[in-house]
């Protein structure tokens, strides 16, 4: 075999040596060898620019990176004249991923910054400005200054898809707020899947009056002997299985309530409670206005939303009752405000 002169960085090469290709005799493998004696030595893009070919045209196999399984191919995000290579940024997004969460976010908290999601997907400002510009080409974000905002919103859930979510942070909040529930008061329940938690575990109560917009609260209050029972009426919402309109707001007008539990498809410190009609803000306003203690209750998803554009104002004094896994960054608007917070664990 010919060695390496030790004064050369390179391999001495045989007939078809100065960056070309060493072409073995037809009965070799295509391993880019020549006769026994020789031993051409492939160059790298990075010293030659061309790549050791074998009888086809095809190079050696690259060997497999360090710690990883054979046929596993690990894809790496870079930006080239400033296209984007499809493949993963540093949290593992790929472009479609990480463009279908700009679009819920954008959904979700109305609007969105380039800072902000630049930090949050852990890609350069530039790739997140690419990205809003495809989008907004798809017609799924509108631009604003110095971010974009969502044209569409996701449809309302029903109230059977959305007892599912979130069970055991349902029940802890239900069961702290019927702890709050005083023997001989009268009390208002919203419509929703945790005021429906709240309702069963107020069954065994005695000397207790429940007024409630909700079929799920009647459902469960339908055997409770102990509890009197209002229906405020109204015009029947499917969807969320709740009563709204002139009836119940005329109802809402001729009682008061010594407390309020409501529910909500989102809430901001800023704007209160986010609703996906102006029918359901409204007696939610009025609800508040003739209640002494107002209660939202509402999970940790739900804290900063905008799903819809219906908003119902908070009164000066309200509760804001959620579960264990709120963050600091999402419950620090409402403290900034006053509002009063509750963990439910």
Request: aromatic share 4%; net charge positive.
């Amino acid at each position: 075999m010919a060695r390496k002169p030790k004064t050369q960085g390179l391999t001495a090469q045989g007939p078809k040596a100065q960056g070309l290709s060493v072409q073995g005799p037809k009965d070799q493998e295509s391993k880019g060898q020549g006769p026994k004696d020789q031993e051409p030595q492939a160059q790298g893009a990075e010293m030659q620019g061309l790549k050791a070919q074998g009888p086809k045209g095809r190079g050696p196999a690259a060997p497999e990176p360090k710690g990883q399984k054979p046929g596993r191919q690990v894809a790496k995000r870079q930006e080239v004249k400033g296209q984007e290579v499809k493949g993963r940024g540093p949290k593992g997004r790929g472009a479609d991923a990480r463009r279908d969460e700009i679009v819920r976010l954008a959904t979700e908290t109305g609007l969105a910054s380039v800072e902000e999601l630049a930090a949050r997907l852990g890609v350069t400002q530039s790739t997140i400005r690419r990205d809003l510009a495809h989008l907004k080409a798809a017609g799924l974000l509108a631009r604003t200054y110095g971010g974009a905002m969502a044209v569409v919103t996701h449809p309302e859930a029903s109230l059977r898809q959305r007892i599912g979510e979130a069970f055991e942070a349902k029940r802890a909040i239900a069961s702290w707020a019927a702890a709050q529930v005083r023997p001989g008061e009268t009390i208002l329940l919203d419509s929703g899947s945790t005021t429906g938690a709240l309702a069963h575990e107020l069954r065994n109560a005695a000397d207790l009056t429940v007024a409630t917009t909700g079929l799920t609260a009647l459902q469960e209050l339908v055997g409770a002997t102990g509890v009197h029972v209002e229906c405020l009426g109204g015009t029947l919402r499917h969807v969320s299985q709740g009563f709204v309109g002139p009836l119940a707001e005329a109802a809402l007008s001729r009682m008061t309530f010594d407390r309020a539990f409501l529910g909500a498809d989102g809430v901001t410190a800023e704007d209160g409670i986010c609703e996906a009609s102006l029918q359901q803000t409204r007696l939610k306003e009025l609800m508040m206005a003739r209640s002494q203690h107002v209660y939202v209750l509402v999970h940790a998803a739900k804290l900063g939303r905008r799903p819809f554009h219906a908003w119902a104002r908070m009164p000066d004094r309200w509760t804001l009752v959620t579960d264990a896994s709120a963050t600091d960054d999402l419950l620090e608007p409402f403290a900034a405000r006053g509002v009063e917070t509750v963990i439910a664990i």
